[in-house]
């Protein structure tokens, strides 16, 4: 679990990791409600096979609530972010995460072509990271200790 690991490498070892899709013409309340059951921060938004956008909890604020639209009233196309930064499953953790921080986003679709294969989020690539770290501190600590079967 490297900075250099594939993208497809952490959607294999993702615990959820199932494509959400909402319509253009769904309500935003439709969104919000598929967002809480399945405790996501973001959605695809999809045209019949196609992305067409992203639908996040950052856009509801902002370009929600913020503007007075009304979530059973207002449908994903009027707020969601269009057009959408995707990466592939070749892309490497690090690339991610610099395309997340330049772009000030905390979700990117992975597209195989123009087929939607997942989504990560900065919370996904972090711990990717994270648990490399740990497990290269492990077998540090065991080499130091003796315990190091090398």
Not at 8 to 14: G, P, S
Not at 123 to 135: F, H, P, R, Y
Request: proline share 4%.
């Amino acid at each position: 679990m490297k900075i250099s690991d594939t993208v497809d490498h952490v959607l294999k070892n993702k615990a959820f990791n199932r494509i959400l899709p909402i319509t253009p013409d769904q309500t935003v309340y439709d969104a919000l409600s598929l967002m809480a059951k399945h405790d996501v921060g973001a959605l695809i938004v999809m045209s019949g096979e196609k992305l067409v956008g992203i639908f996040s909890e950052r856009d509801y604020a902002r370009r929600g609530i913020l503007k007075d639209h009304h979530s059973k009233e207002t449908k994903v196309r009027e707020i969601m972010t269009s057009p959408v930064i995707s990466v592939t499953p070749q892309h490497t953790v690090d690339e991610c995460m610099n395309i997340m921080t330049q772009g000030h986003f905390r979700h990117l679709p992975v597209l195989e072509g123009d087929r939607v294969v997942g989504l990560v989020s900065i919370g996904d690539l972090v711990k990717w990271v994270i648990t490399g770290q740990e497990q290269q501190i492990q077998e540090l600590e065991g080499y130091i200790t003796g315990a190091y079967p090398g």
